[in-house]
């Protein structure tokens, strides 16, 4: 299966636009892209989901081009709380299935 | 509402034992999955039920296995263990609303598995 891949860090200061990008050639046709942040220790927690387009809610924007081979997650002014490790989530296709995997992620740090 | 609890959140075992790990869903949501995340990974699939059948599995050996009951909530049984099955183990559910496997998913703690 084609891995789906991500930056592995990316450095910000407080109050700046940080982008990451999810690079995802194989997803499967019926499945949606799903974005977590995560602490060490805990769960994956929800951030947002899209299809294709431009999803936005209360605290990121998800940018999905139309062939729909990587997604773009924005977290708009970031602050030192959102230091994390940050994943996609897609459906890769496997045969006639697809199957749950995560992108390699990236490990945010925000610094003052 | 209670969201995703697993039990327990920690667990020693040796090579060679058999471990059991539990998982209840959020209030209204049917569907089950299952992750392990070693240390610095990330999580990996493992398997997925719904309507107490696994839809989706892995590349996970057979000495995974799981089962869900009737009121959706979900067991993982690993056989065998080996000193690489320590990792967190994460349970994630999610309402089957849009018929996909990545309708949003909604992640429990974790139950951490060290094997000696």
Not at chain 2, 2 to 18: E, M
């Amino acid at each position: 299966l084609a891995k789906t891949t991500q930056p592995i860090s990316m450095d910000s200061y407080e109050g700046q636009e940080v982008n990451i990008t999810c690079s995802h050639n194989n997803i499967a046709t019926n499945d949606y892209i799903t974005w977590y942040q995560q602490f060490p220790s805990q769960g994956p927690r929800f951030i947002i989901q899209g299809y294709k387009t431009k999803v936005t809610n209360e605290v990121a924007s998800l940018f999905i081009p139309a062939d729909r081979k990587s997604s773009t997650l924005s977290l708009p002014r970031v602050s030192l709380s959102d230091t994390a490790v940050y994943y996609c989530l897609v459906g890769v296709r496997a045969g006639t299935a697809s199957k749950l995997t995560f992108g390699t992620g990236t490990r945010l740090q925000v610094t003052l | 509402d209670a969201g995703v609890t697993q039990s327990p959140t920690h667990l020693i075992k040796t090579r060679g034992q058999q471990v059991t790990l539990r998982c209840s869903p959020k209030s209204g949501h049917d569907t089950v999955s299952w992750y392990q995340q070693a240390l610095g990974q990330g999580p990996q699939f493992i398997f997925q039920y719904y309507e107490e059948e696994e839809r989706q599995r892995g590349n996970f050996p057979d000495r995974f296995s799981g089962h869900q009951f009737p009121n959706y909530s979900s067991e993982l049984n690993v056989n065998a263990l080996l000193l690489g099955d320590s990792a967190l183990y994460l349970c994630a559910s999610s309402p089957r609303l849009q018929g996909s496997s990545t309708d949003t998913q909604y992640f429990g703690p974790g139950t951490r598995l060290t094997v000696l």
